[in-house]
């Protein structure tokens, strides 16, 4: 429902969520969930209704076309009819995971009419996907509404870079249109999938003269700023061209496996939701990415910009007992998790993960024993639910689970990525709010980019896992 200061839709436990329409400077939309693996949301692209998967891990909205070739092109799901889609001669190769689980999309970039809880932008750019290996098709979505900043977007980054190209503003600083090239290379083109980046670099004037422009700006700052405005990702978008009451949204996953409840789920956009109070919050900085970290900064003031929603973690504990930090990540390197929606577990350093699952006993356990993995973040513990941080080895068995967890990549300092060591998927998400604060992009000293949390695990989660066990067993 519509409340000052925002839009807040309740999420449903549906496969295919129903949609609603709400006002024009805030919104919520209704989340389906596919048995805890995956949240998604319904958006509108020219007219078609499409479920998509809620991720703040990525920043590039994209959908499955109706010529999409391979495990799409017998796709449950409905398939977006490019009938008004705009095409702009570029395409797009995106690459998600890591070097142990990655998946790829790719497609056309173009832009149509897009409209979620009854926010419409024109003209947003996306992606229509021919070839995917990812499992979206099988869990009944049609595409990735990514959430993350506009400097994690390889659409974003394709069409500024491309449309420096076209109109070379003198003005424009040339260091910085390298430096943001060098990052499209290290940032997005994941050799280790054997995916190269297919775009049309060398764009043909009078083409590209159908797409909305970017005027020439004075500054490199406001040049980068305005163009979140034209060819940003939705949310980024509509907060460049000040369409929300705040530049936020909050989310909260509901729980559909073990026990079902939990959270009420819900998407808040333009706000926190009613009765939340920001001074509830526990609110943390995000990584802003220095040249030094092989970042952006804005001219003269030297101010970093964000690049993923990515956060300090003070420590980490199993059962109350605080662990090791992993000894393959560069000890200079601050400690820090991504916070990541479209993860279905938690990941962590192999040799964490290791440790915990000795801790365990190995990777099976009893159920009926609960365990609290908990993350130190400004200050304050932050469990994940014991409900949420087991899983069922074999179906129809209560009694042997495994832990919701995953090896990833280290980071590497000067390695050219991201330098988070842990990914905080669904099941810590299940047991928190996040909100998630943008700030400004035209000045993040004075408005800094955030995320809050508050903790809604209940204090006896612990035996409610057990009997939930034994009401199962």
């Known amino acids: 429902k519509r409340m000052q200061g925002g839009l807040h839709l309740p999420l449903s ?6 949609r609603i329409t709400l006002g024009a400077d805030t919104g919520v939309a209704g989340l389906g969930d596919f048995f805890d693996v995956t949240y998604s949301v319904l958006i509108d692209i020219g007219g078609t209704s499409l479920p998509v998967v809620l991720d703040t891990g990525s920043s590039d909205l994209w959908v499955l076309s109706n010529v999409c070739q391979g495990t799409c092109s017998s796709a449950d799901t409905a398939l977006y009819p490019p009938n008004t889609f705009h095409g702009v001669g570029l395409d797009a190769a995106l690459v998600y995971g890591d070097s142990k689980t990655g998946t790829y999309a790719r497609g056309m970039i173009g832009y149509d009419a897009v ?3 009854g926010l419409t932008l024109q003209d947003q750019y996306f992606a229509a996907i021919n070839d995917t290996n990812t499992s979206v098709a099988q869990t009944r979505c049609s595409g990735i509404f990514g959430l993350g900043f506009p400097l994690n977007s390889v659409i974003w ?28 290379k290290r940032w997005f083109d994941k050799s280790v999938l054997g995916i190269s980046s297919f775009r049309h670099i060398d764009i043909d004037p009078p083409s590209y003269q159908s797409m909305p422009q970017l005027k020439r700006q004075v500054t490199t700052s406001s040049a980068i ?13 509509l907060v460049s061209l000040g369409g929300l009451a705040s530049p936020m ?10 026990e079902i409840g939990g959270n009420e789920g819900m998407l808040s956009i333009g706000g926190l939701p009613s009765g939340v109070q920001n001074e509830s919050l526990t609110w943390v900085p995000v990584r802003q990415y220095t040249l030094q970290q092989e970042g952006l900064t804005q001219d003269a003031s030297l101010e970093a910009y964000p690049i993923a929603w990515e956060i300090p973690v003070d420590d980490v504990f199993l059962d109350g ?4 930090r992993s000894q393959l990540c560069s000890s200079n390197i601050s400690l820090s998790a991504l916070i990541d929606t479209g993860n279905s577990l938690i990941r962590g350093p192999p040799d964490v993960i290791s440790y915990i699952q000795n801790m365990l006993g190995g990777p099976h356990f009893a159920c009926s024993f609960p365990h609290t993995l908990a993350f130190q973040i400004g200050g304050r513990m932050f469990p994940v639910d014991p409900r949420d941080f087991v899983n069922q080895v074999h179906s129809g ?37 996040a909100a998630f604060y943008y700030g400004s992009f035209t000045g993040f000293s004075q408005d800094p980019p955030r995320i809050g949390f508050l903790s809604t695990v209940p204090s006896d989660a612990g035996q409610r896992l057990e009997d939930a066990v034994s009401a199962a067993s």
């Open 13 to 18: 436990r549906r496969l295919i969520p129903k």
């Open 115 to 117: 409209s979620l809880a």
């Open 157 to 184: 980054t394709d069409m500024f870079l491309n449309q420096q190209q076209v109109s070379r503003p003198r003005s424009l600083h040339r260091d910085v249109v390298s430096r943001i090239s060098a990052m499209r």
């Open 225 to 237: 700023a305005s163009s979140f405005g034209v060819s940003g990702p939705f949310i980024p978008r």
């Open 249 to 258: 949204f909050a989310i909260a996953l509901q729980r559909d496996t073990i």
């Open 321 to 324: 007992v605080r662990l090791p």
């Open 397 to 433: 068995d209560a009694q042997v689970c495994g832990a919701n967890l995953a090896q990833t990549d280290v980071p590497v300092l000067g390695g050219g990525g991201y330098l988070y060591s842990w990914s905080l998927g669904d099941p810590f998400l299940k047991g928190v709010l």
